[in-house]
């Protein structure tokens, strides 16, 4: 591309090329003082090279150094994706991103300590920041709902002064140019939906384009959490996690994310993503969590009716419930199930259940069936094409169909949604048909959630119409064996 720039001189006009090679003159009328105006040239686009390199270093506080190094360090401008506010913003800054419904995000960079025992993180800098304000932030990716964001833990993002002689500077753990990535496991945690919703997803969205070269540092860290999420933690970081508020000691990184960045119901955008990422990435980050553990456990057995059979008959997995939302006619539905063709797995998954144990048998299922609630997350485990069928109780359709069809359908699974008739619902018996709860259950949760969960999620069992249930199940029999012919 060629540029031009006009120098004047005594009535003449010097007009200068600049191109890639560099630049050229050549006079318009006469060349008395060509020589002149390169020279003149020369020491302007020097002066003007100075300038530029102080406007940047004095008001950009090293942003081009820091662009430069992070991406000899891996680190690409991800915050476009994490923090769009945050985009291009300086070293030695903390930043927030407040738009989302679901959740904020700041970044800091700079001189980063961790204080667990005043819930802060400063950020070590120049006396020009003394003026900025500290920003607050509970990294929990509920935002919208009140009363559970008021259980979450606060941090407080605080500028310090580099000069300050009264402040420890003293880093216990060094990470050198390897960025953390703050977050709480409080809120819901204890609910398997919540802990991949609120949780495991969105911490795959804020941290895998870090290649594992980051630190998880848990808000509110559980035991039981990082145990039982160990494999998948360790597919998104090579360091151990770091327990905020039980380690003293002061860890110092050179960048941070606080705060994780979630999309919508268990799934993954691929347009708010760094690469296009899908869920189906997800899905290989647990391929690749759970498979070593799964080897170990089919090397300890001496062989199982699965694997004499499965690769004759088509697999179905039925996730069985206790109390609530229970299908009191299960044993008749796997007796079905047998008569159509199906190898029948009965799934009772409880909070102590490994979860590369339920991996294992979903990932090797054809075609899987559930009445809603949290237990449906599984179907995060299905391969794609595998059936989903979700029983969907009454009252229930918009949550079904929201936190569980729809991220299926992303999913590239078979789902189909089965909706129950008021006759396969323990609530017909206790009410009758005629009642409003039978006959109009959009009327009462419409109310708020406490009116669904109490009526609908609480009190309600099912009896499957079997002879109404073959019609979905005959069919996810024939697509699982198109699928298993195809390969």
């Not at 609480?458 to 499957?464: A, D, F, G, P």
């Amino acid at each position: 591309m060629v540029q031009y720039h006009r120098v004047i001189r005594k009535g003449e006009e010097l007009r200068v090329s600049v191109e890639q090679g560099g630049f050229s003159a050549s006079p318009v009328s006469g060349d008395v003082y060509l020589k002149s105006a390169k020279q003149k040239i020369l020491l302007t686009i020097f002066l003007s090279f100075l300038c530029c390199c102080y406007y940047i270093f004095s008001f950009s506080s090293f942003s081009l150094i820091d662009s430069f190094s992070r991406e000899v360090d891996g680190l690409f401008p991800y915050e476009q994706f994490i923090a769009p506010l945050c985009s291009g913003f300086s070293y030695g800054t903390i930043c927030c991103d407040r738009t989302g419904f679901r959740s904020d995000t700041c970044i800091m960079k700079g001189d980063i300590r961790t204080h667990s025992s005043s819930s802060s993180v400063f950020l070590f800098t120049s006396f020009r920041n003394k003026s900025k304000p500290s920003e607050k932030i509970k990294p929990y990716t509920r935002k919208w709902e009140t009363n559970v964001m008021e259980t979450v833990q606060e941090l407080n993002l605080v500028y310090r002064d580099v000069n300050d002689e009264h402040c420890n500077k003293i880093c216990d753990a060094v990470y050198e140019n390897v960025p953390a990535v703050f977050f709480s496991t409080g809120g819901y945690t204890g609910n398997v939906y919540h802990e991949f919703n609120e949780g495991i997803i969105p911490l795959f969205i804020t941290s895998q384009h870090f290649n594992k070269k980051v630190v998880l540092v848990i808000v509110e860290y559980r035991n039981w959490w990082v145990t039982k999420y160990g494999d998948i933690l360790s597919q998104l970081s090579d360091y151990p996690p770091v327990d905020f508020n039980g380690d003293n000691r002061t860890h110092c990184f050179k960048e941070a994310i606080v705060g994780l960045k979630i999309h919508n119901e268990l799934s993954v955008d691929s347009s708010l993503m760094l690469g296009n990422k899908t869920i189906l990435d997800f899905r290989n980050v647990l391929d690749r969590a759970y498979w070593p553990r799964i080897r170990g456990l089919i090397q300890d057995e001496t062989g199982t009716r699965f694997q004499e059979l499965g690769l004759s008959k088509p697999k179905l997995v039925i996730l069985s419930r206790n109390g609530s939302r229970e299908l009191l006619n299960e044993n008749l539905l796997v007796e079905l199930a047998e008569e159509i063709g199906f190898f029948v797995e009965v799934l009772r998954p409880d909070k102590t259940t490994e979860l590369a144990k339920i991996y294992r048998s979903l990932n090797s299922s054809d075609v899987m069936i559930g009445v809603h609630g949290a237990a449906m997350t599984h179907f995060l485990f299905l391969k794609p094409r595998t059936v989903f069928i979700q029983i969907i109780p009454l009252g229930t359709e918009w949550a079904a169909e929201t936190y569980y069809g729809e991220p299926a359908k992303k999913m590239r699974l078979e789902y189909t949604g089965y909706k129950i008739k008021p006759r396969e619902s323990s609530l017909y018996d206790e009410y009758g048909g005629d009642d409003p709860i039978i006959r109009d259950p959009k009327s009462f949760t419409r109310k708020g959630w406490n009116y669904t969960k109490k009526i609908y999620l609480e009190r309600q069992n099912v009896t499957l119409d079997l002879k109404r249930f073959r019609k979905p199940l005959s069919r996810a029999y024939k697509l699982s064996q198109e699928v298993i012919n195809s390969y």
